[in-house]
C-alpha cells in the first residue's frame, strides 16, 4: 500500500495552537501515514462476529454507545483540572511581590485559560455528533425490545366449539388466535445483567460494518415454521414436494379426531438483520460510505443510525493540557510569550514575540524560568505554589491557609478581596507617609499661592512668605520646622 500525506490544510491553521503543529508536521504526518498503512491492513471490528440475535446486538449497540461517549472523556476531564491550575496562578500571582515572577504566574494563568475555552469549544463541537448517534442507538434498541417481544409471538387455533363447516361450498372455517409463548428467540433481560450469557466487547475505531436488525423484516421475527394437520390414519403419497392440496387429498380426516396446529421454531437471525457499511474500508476512516451521502426522508432506519455513528466515529480526540509543560513547550504558546513581553519591562521593546528568532533573549528567558523538564516546572509553579499561604476569613477572624485549600471560585474571589484590602491598605499608607514628607502636592500650592495675607500664610501648613508671596515650604525647611513644632510640642507635654 502507498501511502501520501498531505499537509496544506494545516498552512491554513488560524489558532496558535494549531499553527504550532505546523512544524512538527513532518514527523506527525510519518506516524499519521504509518498508522493509516497499519489500520487499512485491519478487517471489520471483529466483535461484529459475535452479533447472532437481538440480543447480542443489543449488547454490542450498547458498548458502542460508551465508547463514542468516552470519545469526549479527555476533553471534559481537562476542563476542571485547568480550572484548578488558573485559580492557584491567580491567586500565587496576586501575592508575589516579585514584578518578574507575578508576570510568569500570570502568563500560566492566561494559557490555563486559554485552553479551557480550546478544551470547551471542541467539546461543545464534538457533542453535536454524538448526541446524534447515542439518540439513533438508543432508537435501535427500543426496536430490538419490540422485536424481541415478537419473537414471543404464537398463532395457534382456537380451542372449543367455535370453527364451523360450510357444507355448500365445502369450506371448513377454522378460528385462529395470536398468543405469548415462553419461548423467545434469546434472554434480552440475562444478555442486559452484569453477568451476561454472551460477553462483548466493541474496537470501535476498527468497525467498518454494523449488523442490524431490520424494521421492514420485522415479520421474519415471528418463530412459524409450519401448520400440521393430524388426519384419521396415515397418509398416501406421503413423499416430499407436493401442493397445499395434494397434500390434504393424501389424508383422510375423521371428524372427532382432526386438529391443526402450528409448528413454531426460533428464526434465524440472518432472515431479519441487514449489514450496512459505515466506512468503505479502514484505510478511508475519514470519510463515510458512499451509501451515507445524505441523508433522505426516504433512508431506512439502519442507514440513519450508520450514518450517525459516522459522524461520531470521525471525531478526533482532542484536548489541551499543562501535564507536560515545560520552558521549551511554553516558549511556544502565543499567549505566553505575549504576556510576558506586555507585563515584563525588560522586554517592552519586542516587536513580534511569537518570533523565536528575533525575540531570542525573550523565549531563552521563558525556557529558563519555566525550567527544561516538565519535574522542575512542577516543582515551582504548582508543588511550590500550593503551599504558599493566603488570607480567608470566617467572621471577625482571618487566617492563613495554603493555596491549595482554596477549591472553589467563590473562596479564591473571597481571597482575592482580602488580599486587595491589604494591598489597598499599604498604599494608603504609603500614600500618607508620602504626604507627610513632601508638601508639594498641587493643592497646597494652590492654597498657599491665593493666600494674600502675610500672617495667614505664615499660619498655613506648608506655606512661607517669601519673596513678597505666599509659598509651598521647601521639603528641607518643613522638615527643620516640623522638628521645631515636635521640640516645642515636647515643652509643652512636660510642663
Known sequence: MHCTCSVAAVKDAVSPRQSRLFQRLFLAGTLICFATTVSAQLANDPWQAAVTDIC????YLSKLALAINRRLDETRDAIPKLKNQARRWRLAAATETDGKRRCLLGALKGLAQEMIVDN????ANAQLSITAALEQ????????????QLSKTKIQVQTGTVHTGDSWSHNPTLKVETTTSETETCDLKR?????????ITVKPDQLMTLTLTDLNKLDKVISIASLKAMAQGSCTNDGAGKSEGEALGSCAFHASTGSIKFQHSKPAYSKYKTAVNIFTSNAARNKCDDKLNGPTDDWPATKH???AACDALMLKKQHWTLDSAAGETLSQEKVIVEFIRNCDDDFKGVKDPANPTAAKALHDYIKEQYGK???????????DIDKRKVPTRNGDKTNLVDISDITTEKAAALTLALIMEQQIAREKKAYINHASTSPTDAKTAEDCKEEKDKEKCNNKDWCKLKDGECKVKEEGEAKVEDKKEDKWKGKLENV
Not at 56 to 59: A, F, G, I, L, R
Not at 191 to 199: D, E, F, G, K, L
Request: net charge positive; charged share 30%; glycine share 2%.
Open 56 to 59: 447480542t446486538e443489543d449488547s
Open 191 to 199: 444478555q442486559r445483567s452484569s453477568s451476561p450469557p454472551t460477553a
Open 120 to 123: 470547551k469549544a471542541a467539546a
Open 137 to 148: 442507538i438508543q432508537l435501535q434498541r427500543g426496536r430490538l425490545e419490540a422485536a424481541h
Open 373 to 383: 523538564t516538565h519535574e522542575n516546572f512542577k516543582k515551582t509553579f504548582e508543588d
Open 305 to 307: 443510525l450508520a450514518k
